[in-house]
């Protein structure tokens, strides 16, 4: 049996056509251990995501964590889950249609632009599949984590090979490595944080937590832990503070060995009982909110705060579907596809419509 996929008959002379796949983690399909466990064994099987030999791995993973873990996970959905279903989900989907009707008010209304998943549904090779059966043959791959890791960006191009060598016909392919440093990116994150600072005051020490990762991808030569700290040193300048104003930390560990530090919770402890009663806290590194945004962060990390002494701690929400945010992601994408685009491609200014107009616009594509 061929390892090629079907593919869409052929047409001599077919113009080309630009499609944009936008790639978050991923999510469960509902918060019930079933659903946990085949999220997680996914997720955990991934060798980029748990760097442990698999004989090793194998008989913790399928004995001990998916007989464990999916029950308290759940638990822990249930209490962020919508009555649309997953933040995540919500939010990743909502991103592609405002990006898609803002490219079409640009003049770019037959690119098509979907989003995918690396893990669950809907999966990268499902979209790249469809992208194709609609004719197109240039696509870029843009995942939604701004700065590069293996386990994260590293993994999308896994998949995005695994895909590629089960395809005959292979469209033009680019990929976004990272986008750390991205002006527009970073100004809509300093405008975020400004405008909860209008609403709530400024915090005595402003929280900058990213995602973990294990301690030895540093040492290996993964560049996640100074991508992370040039973002949040972008922010902190871009908001004018001073180095005891900020602090980096790192959250949502697993396992027993060391994660990159200083740790997000213990932190928040530590400020708590050296007399900080205010604090806000934003997360660069989930453009989206999530599981660990809204339940280990705003719930988790706010009572082990409170409980040390503080006294207010503010949750700075993702970027999810500000405006500022998905002109910064269409100028990223003009700035990848300029030379794919019929027309060349308007700066960031021109960008600024309506997200209500975008919506619209997205809506038929």
């Known amino acids: 049996m061929s390892r090629f996929r079907s593919e869409p008959a052929y047409r001599h002379g077919t113009a080309p056509r630009i499609g944009v796949l936008l790639v978050n983690l991923g999510t469960p399909d509902e918060p019930t251990p079933g659903a946990l466990r085949r999220y997680l064994k996914q997720f955990l099987s991934d060798d980029r995501v748990v760097e442990i030999p698999r004989l090793a791995w194998w008989p913790i993973l399928n004995g001990i ?9 759940a638990h822990k959905y249930a209490s962020v889950w919508t009555p649309e279903g997953s933040p995540l989900a919500l939010h990743t989907q909502r991103q592609a249609k405002l990006v898609r009707g803002y490219l079409a008010q640009a003049g770019h209304g037959d690119l098509k632009v ?21 004719g197109c043959n240039r696509i870029l791959v ?15 191009a896994d998949a995005l090979a695994d895909w590629m060598r089960s395809s005959r016909n292979l469209p033009e392919l680019r990929l976004v490595r990272a986008y ?21 005051g400024p915090a005595e020490r402003l929280v900058i937590s990213f995602h973990g990762v294990p301690r030895f991808s540093l040492d290996r030569g993964d560049p996640y832990h100074c991508e992370c700290h040039k973002t949040a040193r972008l922010l902190a300048q871009d908001l004018k503070l001073r180095p005891e104003d900020f602090v980096v930390t790192f959250q949502s560990r697993f396992g027993r060995a060391e994660w990159l530090q200083p740790y997000t919770e213990p932190t928040l402890v530590a400020l708590a009982k050296s007399g900080v ?89």
């Not at 964590?65 to 996970?73: D, E, H």
């Not at 750390?180 to 975020?192: E, G, M, P, R, V």
Request: proline share 5%; with cysteine; aromatic share 8%.
């Open 65 to 73: 964590i998916l007989n464990t873990r999916p029950k308290r996970s």
């Open 114 to 134: 979907q989003y995918a998943m690396r893990y669950g549904s809907p999966s990268v090779a499902t979209q790249l599949d469809a992208m194709k059966a609609a």
């Open 142 to 156: 843009l995942p939604l984590y701004p700065q590069y890791a293996s386990s994260t960006s590293g993994s999308v």
């Open 180 to 200: 750390a440093d991205d002006s527009a990116y970073i100004h809509a994150l300093a405008t975020s944080v400004r405008e909860h600072w209008q609403r709530n």
């Open 277 to 365: 009663k205010k604090v806000d806290v934003i997360c660069p590194g989930f453009v989206s909110d999530c599981l660990e945004t809204l339940e280990e962060i705003a719930m988790e990390c706010k009572q082990a705060f409170i409980a040390a002494g503080g006294k207010d701690f503010g949750y700075i929400p993702c970027l999810n579907e500000r405006d500022d945010w998905i002109r910064a992601l269409c100028s990223l994408i003009q700035r990848q596809t300029g030379d794919w685009l019929a027309t060349p491609a308007p700066d960031n200014t021109s960008l600024s419509l309506s997200a209500e107009r975008a919506r619209t616009m997205g809506a038929k594509n």
